[in-house]
């Protein structure tokens, strides 16, 4: 028999915590952790057993919850930058709502940490005192102050990154070479989904040796930053197409439904908006592990001595700089040419 929690990965301790407040499931979840450490499967498959009282993937209602199908399962994603009032004006009315099928509602609110601090005022009293036919489970990379008044009146779960060993470990179980899972895993930031997508992309070896080897296509002009973010930018981009293919595919399907029933509550604008987060959020780790290859090649530099400590010290920092700055959307064009035109050169 398959479980509900079988995508929850590297969660041992969490899980068993979650099954056993399960048991008497309070009105309000609160699941914090970064990207891809899968607390979102694990809030589907909270849903699904609150909603089928069964572990069994296969049982009917289970598998449909699983899948995001079931009428009385429904999650909310932002549709900007941050979950906006308009949202939280349609998350209470929702919330209010007699249940399709069985006993319960559940409502998964995603990227929570990004809600506007007037949308969450807003939610604030309906997620305190739902009524007694609604649970609310709340996913959150972290919990910034506006946040805090709503998380004291949920139980709070927390997840973890999952270590690259683990996340290598899996993708071998799933059929990837073991050389490649490990490359996938280091540049995954313990984001299983990642790792997923980048373990099957033949070029992946390519991408992290040209970071890695980037200094070798420096001389200190301009021009040869340029050319070099041009080149690493059409890689990327490339490596984007799997991503692309599957937002297609998502796309074409949501289509067929508008021309079969009409537009009015697709859900067109939430798929657009969440395809556009997942190719921002996928160019930027790619940068990221790339940026991770290239510090990597300065430290070695250093070992070599064909740095003094003083230029490695300010090329990992500059490095890590840019990095950090690509979490906060900045230019990634922009930045990363500023970086490679600031870099020290390896002597001979």
Partial sequence: MSSIWDGVVGQDS?????????QQPVHAYLFVGPHGSTKEYAARAAAAFMISGSEDAEARDARLVLNGEHPDCREVEREGASISVEQSQWIVEHAWLSPTEGDLNVLILHDFHLVAEIAAAKLLKTIEEPPASTRFIICAES????????ASRCVRIDFHA???D???ERLQLEGIDPEIAQLAATGAFGDLDRARLVATDPALSQRRTAFANAVHDLDGSGHAALSLVRRLESLIDAAAEPLKSRHAEEAALLQERIDSFGSRGSGKKQLEDRHKRELRRFVTDELRAGLAMLSASYRDALVDERLTPDEAARAVTAISNTASALGRNANST????RLFWSLPLFRS
């Avoid at 969490?14 to 399960?22: F, N, Y």
């Avoid at 922009?334 to 040419?337: G, S, T, V, W």
Wanted: proline content about 4%.
């Fill in 14 to 22: 969490t899980v068993r915590q979650l099954r056993q407040s399960l």
């Fill in 143 to 150: 919990v910034p102050s506006g946040l805090i008044t709503i």
């Fill in 162 to 164: 999952i270590s690259d």
């Fill in 166 to 168: 683990l996340v290598c």
């Fill in 334 to 337: 922009l930045a990363l040419e």
